[in-house]
């Protein structure tokens, strides 16, 4: 079963990928709004087909690691690039300029919901400090939830919950 989104509402729908070709095009009608909208079945123009690990790979090779968004019923795996400076992570809306744009139908993720800052110390070591923005249901890091301006040092492996979406820190290899 493969998930479509609709361009007006954000709404997933589901349908059966095994039952069309390659290069068939289909219309659908969302079971939220009712709008109607085409795809077509086949590669995307837009994305270039990488495994995987090809992708961690290139987001790590960046520098200052990544996030990992874990898939659940809200929304699919997606993996994030880190920048030095303040990342500000929350769920996507057009028209938001935040650092990590998470596409997820969590409603309970803030759009604005936590920021982790990169820091690069004098002797090439990376830093990162994790901090609620603050959000309406909090941030959790291990299951513990920080206080109001509370900053805590997260290191790899950090598991960190916003709503129902959990991500993970992964640092750059060394």
Do not use: W
């Not at 009608?29 to 085409?38: A, P, V």
């Not at 090439?124 to 603050?134: A, H, K, M, Q, V």
């Not at 206080?147 to 997260?154: P, S």
């Amino acid at each position: 079963m493969k998930r479509v989104r609709c361009p007006k509402c954000d709404h997933y729908n589901t349908f059966d990928e095994t039952l069309y070709k390659e290069g068939q095009s289909l219309v659908f009608e969302c079971e939220n709004c009712r709008k109607q909208f085409r795809i077509r079945i086949g590669t995307s123009k837009l994305a270039a087909t990488q495994k995987d690990s090809d992708r961690k790979k290139e987001v790590n090779d960046i520098g200052f690691g990544s996030i990992l968004v874990v898939e659940n019923v809200f929304g699919f795996r997606q993996s994030f690039a880190l920048q030095e400076g303040e990342n500000i992570i929350g769920r996507y809306n057009p028209g938001d300029s935040i650092t990590i744009p998470i596409d997820t139908n969590d409603r309970s993720m803030d759009r604005r919901h936590c920021v982790i800052t990169v820091k690069k110390g004098p002797t090439g070591e990376i830093s990162y400090t994790l901090r609620d923005f603050p959000s309406l249901t909090g941030t959790f890091l291990f299951n513990r939830i920080l206080g109001d301006r509370e900053r805590v040092l997260i290191e790899d492996g950090a598991i960190i919950t916003l709503g129902a979406t959990t991500i993970i820190l992964q640092a750059p290899e060394q």
